[in-house]
């Protein structure tokens, strides 16, 4: 049973992970939050979105609240935050996909500024495990919760969501003795904020 104010429903049987983010998220907020659910990801999921690319392992979700009325014939039913993901259980891990984070910078075609570029684009990440994928892509979808909520004061952008998700799977993975898959997570998140740091706004 999760220690999490939040119902957690676990269907991958990772009571370690829901431990842990308990605790990281220990100094937040989540009475907005009205469940957590992890499920596995379906053989259909896990289907490459473009031609060579790599199968996603991970789907995050975070549902904001829905109004009581919407545009439709019948109200619907208030609720709360919702976050829900998908995590691939095949034997296949370590495992790639493609996701977004920091990439160098490339121009966009925007009508009012001619010459705009963004850092913004699909990375390759490796999850050395199915755990560690959990934490990235919970991470993910709190970090959207946490800044639609004000309780982080960043943009609340799928980037920005990635590189949360890499410091807090750098996190679990340190703790699990798995040193080596640390640091090439992080070796990834400095690359980001060297990035980052051109001054370009993503």
């Given at each position: 049973?999760?220690?999490?104010?939040?119902?957690?429903?676990?269907?991958?049987?990772?009571?370690?992970?829901?431990?842990?983010?308990?605790?990281r998220?220990?100094?937040?907020?989540?009475?907005?939050?009205?469940?957590?659910?992890?499920?596995?990801?379906?053989?259909?999921?896990?289907?490459?979105?473009?031609?060579?690319?790599h199968?996603?392992?991970?789907?995050?979700?975070?549902?904001?609240?829905?109004?009581?009325?919407?545009?439709?014939?019948?109200?619907?039913?208030?609720?709360?935050?919702?976050?829900?993901?998908?995590?691939?259980?095949?034997?296949?891990?370590?495992?790639?996909e493609?996701?977004?984070?920091?990439?160098?910078?490339?121009p966009?075609?925007?009508?009012?500024?001619?010459?705009?570029?963004?850092?913004r684009?699909?990375?390759?990440?490796?999850?050395?495990?199915?755990?560690?994928?959990?934490?990235?892509?919970?991470?993910?979808?709190?970090?959207?919760?946490?800044?639609?909520?004000?309780?982080?004061?960043?943009?609340?952008?799928?980037?920005?969501?990635?590189?949360?998700?890499?410091?807090?799977?750098?996190?679990?993975?340190?703790?699990?003795?798995q040193?080596?898959?640390a640091?090439?997570?992080?070796?990834?998140?400095?690359?980001?904020?060297?990035?980052?740091?051109?001054?370009?706004q993503?």
């Amino acid at each position: 049973m999760s220690s999490l104010a939040v119902p957690v429903h676990d269907r991958t049987n990772v009571p370690t992970v829901i431990d842990f983010l308990h605790d990281r998220l220990s100094g937040y907020d989540t009475h907005l939050l009205d469940w957590i659910r992890i499920y596995p990801m379906t053989d259909q999921q896990h289907q490459p979105q473009l031609p060579g690319q790599h199968p996603p392992v991970t789907l995050s979700t975070c549902w904001p609240p829905r109004d009581t009325w919407l545009d439709c014939d019948e109200p619907q039913a208030r609720h709360k935050f919702r976050i829900k993901v998908n995590i691939w259980q095949g034997e296949d891990y370590p495992a790639m996909e493609n996701n977004w984070g920091r990439v160098p910078a490339r121009p966009i075609r925007r009508r009012s500024v001619p010459e705009r570029y963004t850092t913004r684009g699909l990375c390759e990440w490796n999850y050395p495990d199915r755990l560690s994928a959990t934490v990235h892509a919970l991470t993910r979808a709190l970090f959207l919760f946490l800044a639609q909520t004000h309780q982080i004061d960043l943009p609340p952008s799928n980037s920005n969501a990635s590189a949360l998700g890499h410091r807090w799977a750098i996190e679990w993975l340190r703790n699990n003795g798995q040193a080596t898959a640390a640091a090439a997570m992080s070796a990834q998140l400095v690359q980001w904020h060297l990035i980052q740091s051109n001054g370009l706004q993503g």
